[in-house]
């Protein structure tokens, strides 16, 4: 069985060789994608220098009075008028500063009667101006080829007047699930009939690739029949970019994915010293990469977080990938409990983890671990890692990765 981090590093290094095209998507749709190249700062940010605050323009002089000569508004031009040694121009935020203009004085520290204006602060030169270029250089990177596209990029952006960014098209995803047990609740007339299931795999793969920028489409449910198994998944690797199962994975005379890939295929590697998530499996059918999850719906939950999710970010092109500590945003915690019990395989156990009184961050495992137990994965916000063949105190620091 391969070890979790060697497994995790494996699979991105084989995600890595082919991604989706690039494409150019208009800027409201980037939302969620990873920038596919370098894009440059097309104007000075700002522009020109201007007014932080609303107030007044000084020409600075030995007197705490000025002489108010002239109005500024955000988008106006420039004012015509040079202020000099004494003079005062009343200006709001976003206005351009005009000549001579030394500092900006906020209105709440003045007293103005007519056109005479006394400062009721102390004032220093070059105060509440944004001088122009102090943030952005034309010609200079604006973002970097792998950024994530989030709201605050997406405004940045617009403020150099981008309306379409280079980014991979969406991630063609189809998802299926395994087994005769299984029943979609969509379809069920009257009462769950005895020894079935409800289908919640694919319902929680599908909720888990809805903040990923993936075209989903559901599949179904695979038979415990190898050949529709093998009909199925090729015609769906004829028009995805990837395939994401769930079950069908074990050593059971019932499992028949395993087979189907290997037929169809290649079957990359196949189970994990890793718990839960012993089963999971990957490969690819063709030019279509084939991600297998365990059946048990905590296990496919895991495993989906910690493995499948950075890969499909990378093969959407995000660049900041390390390794799984660095990737999965992991923080250090002290427990708030003890393990005496080591495990031969690495463990991610579901948790809640938050400051105590002093600050500190602390996790707590929470009850019902077993991997068919969903409860504690939905009221978890953090997995916590055991290392095998270790013991925890309580105080002991461990590695917490958060859950979005």
């Known amino acids: 069985m391969l070890d979790f981090y060697k497994a995790f590093d494996q699979l991105l290094a084989q995600v890595s060789q082919r991604q989706t095209e690039v494409i150019e998507m208009p800027l409201a749709d980037c939302f969620g994608h990873y920038l596919a190249q370098d894009i440059l700062v097309e104007y000075d940010s700002p522009q020109f220098d201007n007014s932080a ?19 500024i508004a955000a988008g106006d031009k420039a004012s015509p008028v040079q202020l000099q040694p004494g003079q ?22 003045t007293e103005v009667s007519g056109t005479e204006l006394r400062c009721l602060k102390p004032i220093k030169a070059d105060q509440n101006i944004r001088r122009q270029a102090e943030d952005l250089a034309r010609g200079q990177p604006l973002c970097n080829k792998g950024m994530y596209i989030n709201a605050a990029v997406i405004g940045l952006a617009a403020s150099q007047g981008y309306t379409k960014l280079p980014v991979h098209r969406k991630l063609r995803v189809s998802v299926f699930s395994s087994g005769n047990e ?26 888990l ?21 093998k009909g199925r998944l090729q015609e769906a690797a004829s028009k995805s970019d990837l395939i994401i199962t769930s079950g069908g ?25 890793l718990k839960p998530g012993k089963p999971f499996a990957w490969g690819e059918i063709g030019n279509t990469y084939v991600m297998m999850l365990p059946g048990n719906p905590v296990a496919s939950f895991v495993t989906f977080s910690v493995l499948v999710k950075p890969a499909i970010q990378r093969i959407l092109g995000r660049e900041d990938l390390g390794g799984a500590v660095q990737t999965l945003g992991a923080l250090v915690a002290k427990t708030t409990f003890a393990r005496t019990k080591p495990q031969e395989r690495r463990e991610f156990l579901r948790a809640h983890m938050g400051l105590d009184e002093q600050g500190e961050l602390v996790v ?11 409860s504690a994965a939905a009221a978890a916000n953090c997995l916590v890692e055991f290392e095998p063949e270790t013991t925890i105190a ?11």
Not at 218 to 228: K, S, V
Not at 364 to 374: E, N, V, W
């Open 88 to 109: 005062a121009c009343r200006i709001f935020t976003g206005a351009p500063v005009p000549a001579g203009c030394d500092t900006v004085i906020m209105q709440e520290h």
């Open 209 to 229: 690739l809805q903040n990923l920028a993936c075209e989903v489409v559901e599949q179904g449910c695979l038979p415990d029949n190898l050949e529709i198994t």
């Open 364 to 374: 707590t495992i929470l009850a019902r671990q077993g991997s068919h137990m969903l």
């Open 182 to 207: 299984l029943i979609d609740a969509t379809t069920l007339e009257g009462r769950l009939p005895e020894g079935h299931i409800f289908d919640s795999n694919r319902y929680q793969t599908v909720a």
């Open 249 to 273: 994975v074990s050593v059971g005379e019932e499992d028949h994915l395993k087979n189907a890939l290997e037929q169809l295929g290649q079957l990359t590697h196949w189970k994990l010293l």
């Open 394 to 404: 309580v105080g002991d620091k461990v590695r917490v990765y958060p859950l979005a």
């Open 53 to 71: 605050m609303d107030g007044y323009a000084l020409c600075l002089h030995d007197s705490d009075t000025y002489t108010v000569v002239a109005r």
